[in-house]
RNA sequence: GGGAUUGUAGCUCAGUUGGUUAGAGUGCCUCGUUGACAUCGAGGAGGUCACAGAUUCGAGUUCUGUCAGUCCCACCA
């Protein structure tokens, strides 16, 4: 059979690709509404298009694929929803960056010509990350792919953002908010990233009016000082309370302003006295709001410090700083400066300080968004995995601030508002063209586009076409499970809960499945700026996706980051090279098998017995711990099951039947070890998707593609028989170990001599006894009562094991190995005499523990007497 | 300031409800290639499970504290 003849080595390159498009040919990915079985729906986290896919990327969408396959195999009926997110301010940023090496910029091109380039690259890159996802073996429908500004969603995004207009949910204010120089546009607060830096404390005095008495206060930031509108003390300081009430004259600007009092002011902190800037410091502005001052804005959008400052307008920021502290000083103003640490805010995307400042924006009222959303876990409908995360979750929502939704983007969803120029009135809603209350048609659209997050908040259900209610959302909404990084559970979870619930009455996922971040081979963060990121296709061509996903897979628990390493895709690769040649060594010998062949239970051997329970264990243990999301303990069960039970006792204990005459032995071995590996690469299918499916395809008990092949999940598991089955192994084992102490070759045929107290062991060592002299190149072995003189001696599970020395060996060396064996001994049996001793432990612990540890007790010291006369003997050498 | 998390073999990490003398991969040492696989096989060395207490008959596993690292959150100017 010529088709059976597969290379000597694992190649992934030469199947990986028609593999998986012929699955999709097949449409073997396409969920169908129609279809029976219980529903399991995955919607990806959609990946940016600003690029191509990383390394975290292939880790997020490997686990995922492990589960949908999974599920696919067990029947349910299996959805996973592919598509990418428009990723506004960072799409944009890049677009803008291409257009400055081409020497033009956004406002040259026009809002139209530049979303038109934004379009290109949207269909450049996200082509490129779906080609990316196939090359990974991801099993999404692609007959569903969804973009969070296509059509669907830009609906689901207009009804969502009106209908919380329209219940106030919504609302426009005049704020503080983040922004970002930059960036040029408003941050909500989570895109704001905190860091603490080194900077100064700078004490000014600022005068009193009707006085020549000043008061000191004390800021980080001297050039807003520029901005101050009065200057705030704790009402119960007694340093200050007399000052109340005063005017102060501003520094440089000379600005009349109040001395008030406010119960935020920390008394401790500097001098106990703080100069209020409403329009460029959070906290001033609420109390700017409290006390009624004036807020001057002295910064602006860019960056630059604002028109009517005199010499300062136009100043950078920083540059203003700087002249402004020099002339702070020869005015007498300045007192002191102190080193002072405190954090401070930077742009997540650009990374510029981001500036505090007053402007006009949309915002989302949180609270009672949030409520239900902490409910949601608090009563169980919503679970994370690991569960530790839901305390994140829970206390973030519990401290929720109104979201700030509008970007002064050009990139994203236009916000739905439109203002008319005749009579000023703002309305809010679809396709407006004429103003509802003058009637007049010179009205025009908001400028400001959504915050991406905002659709992405949707995506669980505006990608299964809501707000129709489409038979997707009947069978597939609620999703069953979220799998993401735990580093957007703010920005994405925790927002698509709140909308889920608002906008469907149900959570968008009942579990969140949270995994860790992929880090270099050091533990550092993969980032551009380091250039220590490894792109995924790389490794798919050089050792195949297989080895990609089975690395990602082990090694990890949920929620921990992982390291990156090539090494250790390279022992995944190794395994798949295993798993390949064991494969093959099937194959060949199965040229002549009759496919019909069934064999009787009489003919099965104990090691026929052993495999098939320690399969049929293994994949009871791989369902529980897939169902556990423990897929990384799954992986390596499999790992441990098809490589150290498989392929190093298993295939080799079949080999003298598969090369001896008898065509019953012959064929009973080739069926098991056929059923074994056909079930083993079934269970191994989520994790090595294409490895799996190719071989299986070439073996006879086969038919129809593994991905819609049924779950094998376990059956009878033979204690008897893997006990006796250990015994042989472990005798083995000690046969092996004593000859290569010794110096003996391997291969080297000795004699053994077995010595076995219980009767009815004995007799199956005695019809098993094949095992252990071809294993362990063992001839004769022959049974016996006595202990023979001048002999290596050996214990295993309560047989004594000898090999006569023949002159063969150096006395001296195998004292030294046995007095080190005794050494152990002892040491075992101290410390289970020491239990025994105990009277608590034999009272307390349950029967079948104690009686154990007697037997232990025994076992141990049988063999120490043993050991003790075998040393004794080669002494009188 | 609050919270989470990590500390187990040279390195990277498992160890699921407390129960044999703590495991894997990788690296290292010894031996081994006529037939599935050197991307391999057999064997070996290597750990006072960060430290100190507590609970328990019994702790890598539970609790408290200490030390060290990582991360998140937080309006102290």
């Known amino acids: 059979m010529e088709e059976k003849n597969i290379s000597k080595v694992y190649e992934p390159q030469n199947f990986e690709r028609e593999t998986y498009e012929k699955w999709e040919k097949d449409k073997n990915f396409h969920a169908d509404v129609n279809k029976d079985g219980e529903s399991f729906s995955i919607v990806i986290p959609p990946p940016n298009v600003t690029g191509q896919l990383h390394m975290g990327h292939a880790l997020d969408e490997t686990l995922q694929d492990i589960l949908i396959r999974y599920h696919r195999m067990k029947g349910d009926n299996t959805l996973w929803m592919p598509g990418c997110d428009h990723a506004g301010i960072a799409t944009q940023a890049k677009v803008e960056e291409s257009l400055r090496n081409e020497g033009t910029n956004r406002y040259e091109l026009g809002r139209e010509k530049f979303l038109e380039r934004v379009w290109q690259w949207k269909e450049k890159f996200g082509s490129r990350i779906m080609y990316q996802l196939r090359t990974l073996g991801a099993s999404c429908d692609w007959d569903r792919e969804r973009f969070t500004m296509d059509e669907g969603c830009s609906k689901a995004v207009q009804k969502v953002f009106i209908t919380l207009y329209n219940e106030g949910l919504i609302y426009r204010g005049k704020r503080i908010t983040n922004w970002c120089p930059k960036c040029n546009t408003a941050l909500s607060d989570i895109e704001v990233e905190h860091v603490t830096e080194k900077g100064h404390l700078w004490h000014l005095r600022y005068k009193f009016k009707d006085s020549e008495e000043f008061i000191e206060i004390a800021t980080t930031r001297p050039e807003t000082m520029l901005g101050d509108t009065g200057v705030a003390v704790h009402p119960d300081d007694e340093r200050y309370k007399k000052f109340i009430g005063r005017t102060l004259i501003l520094p440089v600007v000379n600005r009349e302003i109040p001395l008030f009092a406010d119960e935020y002011v920390d008394k401790e902190f500097g001098t106990g006295a703080v100069k209020v800037t409403p329009a460029h410091d959070p906290n001033d502005f609420e109390m700017g709001l409290r006390h009624k001052l004036e807020q001057i804005k002295v910064i602006n959008n860019d960056g630059t410090m604002a028109e009517g400052l005199g010499k300062y307008s136009g100043l950078d920021r920083y540059e203003c700083r700087k002249i402004l502290v020099e002339d702070l000083k020869n005015l007498g103003v300045l007192v002191s400066v102190e080193e002072h640490e405190h954090a401070v805010g930077h742009c997540s995307r650009c990374n510029t300080t981001v500036e505090p400042l007053v402007s006009r924006q949309w915002f989302v009222k949180m609270e009672s968004l949030a409520a239900p959303a902490i409910e949601a876990v608090k009563n169980g409908d919503l679970q994370f995995v690991p569960e530790r995360f839901t305390k994140i979750y829970i206390n973030w929502l519990e401290n929720i601030r109104d979201w700030c939704i509008s970007r002064q983007l050009w990139w994203g969803h236009r916000i739905p508002a439109y203002y008319c120029d005749d009579c000023g009135e703002m309305t809010v809603g679809e396709n407006i063209s004429e103003c509802p209350k003058c009637h007049g048609k010179n009205i025009y659209q908001d400028e400001d586009v959504l915050d991406t997050w905002f659709s992405s908040a949707l995506w669980p259900f505006s990608t299964m076409g809501w707000p129709e209610e489409t038979d997707e959302l009947k069978k597939y909404y609620p999703t069953k499970v979220l799998v993401t990084g735990y580093d957007i559970i703010f920005f994405w979870v925790a927002r698509m809960v709140m909308m889920g619930l608002k906008f469907r009455k149900k959570v968008p996922f009942r579990k969140v499945f949270i995994h860790g971040l992929v880090r270099d081979e050091f533990g550092r963060k993969m980032s551009k700026s380091l250039g220590n990121g490894v792109d995924p296709v790389e490794i798919i061509e050089k050792y195949g996706a297989d080895s990609l996903r089975f690395m990602l897979v082990t090694g990890n628990t949920p929620g921990n980051d992982l390291r990156f390493s090539d090494k250790r895709v390279e022992s995944a690769r190794n395994f798949a090279n295993k798993i390949w040649n064991a494969s093959r060594f099937l194959l060949m010998n199965l040229e002549n098998f009759d496919k019909n062949f069934k064999p009787s239970e009489n003919n099965l051997t104990l090691a026929d017995k052993w495999i098939i329970s320690r399969l049929n264990k293994t994949a009871k243990e791989v369902t529980e711990n897939l169902d556990k999301f423990e897929l990384g303990e799954a992986a390596r069960l499999m790992y441990e099951f098809i490589w150290s039970e498989f392929c190093d006792w298993y295939i080799e204990l079949t080999k003298k039947r598969l090369y001896g005459e008898n065509l019953q032995e012959k064929s009973t071995a080739l069926y098991i070890l056929m059923t074994v590996l056909e079930k083993s690469l079934r269970l191994l299918h989520p994790f090595m998707p294409f490895l799996t499916e190719i071989i299986r395809q070439k073996l006879p008990n086969a038919e129809g593609s593994i991905m819609l092949a049924e779950w094998f999940t376990g059956g009878k598991i033979d204690e008897v028989s893997e006990n006796q089955m250990n015994v042989i192994m472990e005798i083995i084992k000690v046969v092996r170990n004593l000859k290569n102490e010794v ?56 047989v004594e094991i000898f090999l006569p020395l023949k002159n063969l060996i150096d006395t001296e060396k195998e004292i030294a190995r046995l007095t080190k064996e005794l050494e152990k001994l002892r040491k075992g049996i101290a410390m289970t005499e020491n239990k025994l001793k105990n009277e608590k432990f034999i009272s307390k612990a349950p029967a079948e523990v104690v009686q154990s540890e007697r037997e232990k007790l025994s076992a141990a010291n049988e063999k120490i007497s043993s050991v003790e006369s075998r040393i004794e003997q080669l002494k009188n050498l």
């Open 743 to 798: 110096g003996v070759e391997p291969r080297k045929k000795s004699e053994v001599i077995l010595k076995i107290s219980n009767a009815e062991l004995a007799e199956i060592l005695k019809s098993n006894v094949n095992y252990i002299s071809e294993l362990a190149a063992a001839e004769p072995i022959t049974f016996s009562d006595e202990k023979p003189e001048h002999a290596l001696a050996g214990v295993a599970e309560g």
